[in-house]
């Protein structure tokens, strides 16, 4: 296995071009994001003899090196099914504990779904929806939704809901995420972390879309995307409105939109499995309601150097206590 990166001086930068046929992890202007607001580098991994790609975040806290799976393993713009996903992630963790640049892998993003999972490592269920916009009419494509998302659509198109997109809806965008995470009580991004990306990614990588309930914007959704996916990442509404379905009517123009510019699949990044928590299965059924299919794989974590984690996770637990954060896999398996 090799290493390459674009922002890390270590290594060299990758040996092929990942173009627009790649997931937007892969793009050399994701990795420049990464490097300008979080000041993390990304390396890419290859599997020389196989020709496999996998893209990891380095995050280094004081002395302790961590790694974090931004996408499953890819191959000739593929992804790699379950039992070659297992054979390269078992060989993954070998390599590098024998490079010592990690010492823990800890949970992936959750556009980071893997089918397959490392040997001995600590894991949850965990899913996605995608939905297929590659060669797709309109009506094929409104016509995969629920029977009422459907009708809810049509309601908002015949009640004058209205679409914009482009970074000029980017305001309007950031005030409803907020409202939605304000209520929600949830971690907020910031204005320079969207700043960031659009300064990596570019528009041509990047979809703001909001619906207005005459000049009212009442919803909104922020997309990455390449042309081998859209990454629905963000998304907010201002609550309490009369526009019935008007979320519902954006996300319809975004596929609409998207698949005109050559997207092939429109990700809605992550739903729990089988959560007990009731807010966790709305956001299941909600997504669920737009007909796509519903990818089903895990999320792992695995110690590459266990005794500076034990010192690691002693120190934590001294300083948070019981308020240490818990990631997904141990809010499902604890």
């Not at 990690?102 to 995608?130: E, N, W």
């Not at 009506?139 to 998302?149: A, G």
């Not at 305001?171 to 972390?193: L, N, P, V």
């Not at 998207?258 to 992550?270: A, C, E, H, I, T």
Request: hydrophobic share 35%; charged share 25%.
């Amino acid at each position: 296995m090799k290493i390459y990166s674009y922002t890390d001086n270590n290594y060299p930068s990758p040996n092929i071009i990942f173009d627009d046929n790649w997931p937007v992890q892969f793009i050399e202007g994701f990795s420049a994001f990464y490097k300008d607001h979080h000041n993390n580098n990304v390396i890419i991994i290859e599997d020389t003899v196989l020709k496999i790609f996998i893209p990891i975040r380095l995050i280094k806290v004081k002395q302790f090196l961590f790694g974090q799976i931004l996408h499953a393993p890819v191959a000739n713009a593929i992804e790699l099914n379950t039992s070659q996903q297992t054979n390269f992630i078992n060989q993954l963790v070998t390599f590098l504990k024998t490079k010592k640049i990690i010492h823990r892998l800890i949970q992936p993003h959750p556009f980071g779904i893997m089918l397959g999972v490392a040997d001995k490592s600590t894991f949850c269920k965990f899913g996605t929806y995608i939905i297929s916009l590659e060669g797709k009419e309109d009506e094929t494509i409104l016509n995969s939704y629920d029977i009422k998302y459907n009708k809810a659509v049509q309601h908002s198109i015949k009640n004058g809901g209205r679409i914009a997109f482009g970074r000029k809806s980017f305001e309007d965008f950031y005030s409803m995420y907020s409202a939605t995470t304000e209520r929600a009580k949830i971690h907020r991004d910031s204005i320079d972390y969207f700043k960031s990306l659009y300064s990596g990614l570019g528009e041509d990588h990047i979809e703001t879309g909001v619906v207005y309930e005459e000049d009212r914007p009442i919803g909104a959704i922020f997309i990455i995307y390449t042309k081998y996916s859209a990454l629905c990442t963000h998304a907010g509404s201002v609550g309490e409105t009369k526009l019935y379905g008007g979320m519902k009517h954006l996300h319809f123009e975004m596929m609409k939109h998207l698949r005109n510019k050559g997207v092939k699949n429109y990700d809605l990044v992550g739903v729990r499995l089988n959560s007990s928590n009731e807010s966790l299965q709305g956001v299941f059924r909600f997504k669920k309601g737009f007909g796509g299919v519903l990818k089903e794989g895990y999320l792992w974590k695995i110690d590459l150097s266990p005794l500076p984690m034990k010192i690691y996770d002693f120190l934590v637990g001294i300083r948070q206590g019981k308020s240490k954060q818990k990631d997904i896999i141990d809010q499902e398996t604890q």
